[in-house]
């Protein structure tokens, strides 16, 4: 059964760096063909993909986030991890991680003005 945890502070400040990390158990984040996305949703609005960490290492993100946004993993551990510099209110959302159809639990991130 594959299981993902989202871990991370609760609550991040203005022009600070939101930093999270998926953590993977049941599936290998190298099994061939994988991704393993980042997505979040902000209160009131439709869910918004991030970027994606590919199995063979490389790495996706939305445009629109490109600029702030750095998707990495640790294969020893089965994590892979999100920074989102820069942050602002506008980037309060629950965050989750996913991959095919299975999803984390969400963790709400806030950030303080």
């Known amino acids: 059964q594959v299981q993902l945890q989202e871990s991370g502070p609760g609550l991040v400040k203005s022009s600070q760096t939101l930093s999270l990390t998926c953590i993977v158990s049941?599936?290998?984040?190298?099994?061939?063909?994988?991704?393993w996305s980042w997505i979040r949703q902000p209160p009131g609005k439709a869910p918004e993909w991030i970027g994606a960490?590919?199995?063979?290492?490389?790495?996706y993100y939305n445009p629109s986030l490109q600029s702030r946004t750095s998707i990495s993993r640790d294969t020893s551990k089965n994590q892979f991890s999100l920074q989102l510099s820069a942050v602002t209110p506008e980037d309060t959302a629950v965050y989750y991680c996913?991959?095919?159809?299975?999803w984390g639990q969400g963790t709400q991130v806030t950030v303080s003005s």
């Open positions: 049941g599936d290998s984040i190298t099994t061939t063909n994988s991704y």
């Open positions: 960490s590919h199995y063979a290492g490389n790495y």
């Open positions: 996913n991959t095919g159809p299975h």
